[in-house]
């Protein structure tokens, strides 16, 4: 079985400056995909970012950025020019590309990240 | 915005009643999770479904039964609620691509006293 992660349960960064949350993962399949999601005190769920196994290249969605460390099996999540609206919890998750995925995301307990103004 | 809609929002009920959750979706997907959210525990997947009648258990399915009888509707149902069962439940869709991302409702809060 998969499993994901997040080692630091809560981060703290000053607005406008850069931040990283850590995401480990184990699994033994070579073909998979990841995901950052964020989850604003409304509750939603927002996919901020994935990343595809077999890509080299690093996923970027604007001041969004992923540092993927296949062999290390790390997957850190960098916020750069944080903003308030960024306050969220943020979850990492896991699929395997193999049998089509029924079975969903795995996911980590998440980081609270909080902006200081 | 993927079109999923869950329902209630919230609800409160007693020990021992039945309970269910309905999750509704207009993007015709195949694919169909639900997921519960308790702090410190991050998401784990309760029930999941493939197809019309098809269904499969997740991690923490102990205690919950699903239905889906439509491709638009996937029913969680606690059949005699218990505490540790109060949490928030969301409901998810995906596309059938390999590797599509999880588009969730906007999740229930279940509070059993």
């Known amino acids: 079985a998969q499993t994901v992660t997040q080692s630091q349960p809560e981060m703290s960064v000053q607005e406008a400056e850069t931040v990283t949350l850590s995401c480990t993962y184990d699994t033994s399949e070579s073909d998979y995909y990841l995901f950052w999601y964020k989850q604003p005190p409304s509750r939603q769920m927002i996919l901020v970012i994935r990343?595809?196994?077999?890509?080299?290249q690093n996923a970027t969605e604007n001041r969004f950025s992923v540092n993927f460390q296949k062999a290390a099996k790390s997957f850190s999540l960098k916020i750069s020019d944080s903003q308030l609206g960024d306050a969220a919890m943020y979850f990492c998750?896991?699929?395997?590309?193999?049998?089509?995925?029924?079975?969903?995301?795995?996911f980590g307990k998440g980081t609270h990240l909080i902006i200081q103004p | 915005d993927a079109g999923i809609t869950q329902s209630p929002r919230h609800k409160v009920t007693e020990t021992g009643t039945p309970v269910t959750l309905r999750c509704h979706q207009t993007e015709n997907h195949r694919y169909m999770y639900w997921y519960r959210q308790d702090p410190g525990h991050g998401l784990r997947l309760i029930h999941y479904s493939y197809g019309v009648k098809d269904t499969d258990k997740g991690e923490v399915s102990d205690g919950y039964s699903v239905s889906r009888s439509k491709t638009e509707d996937f029913l969680l149902t606690l059949e005699s609620a218990t505490s540790s069962q109060t949490s928030v439940y969301f409901c998810?869709?995906?596309?059938?691509?390999?590797?599509?991302?999880?588009?969730f409702g906007n999740g229930t809060r279940l509070t059993v006293t």
């Open positions: 998750a896991f699929t395997q590309r193999g049998g089509g995925g029924a079975d969903g995301l795995t």
């Open positions: 990343q595809e196994a077999y890509k080299q």
């Open positions: 998810a869709i995906r596309g059938d691509r390999a590797g599509s991302p999880l588009h």
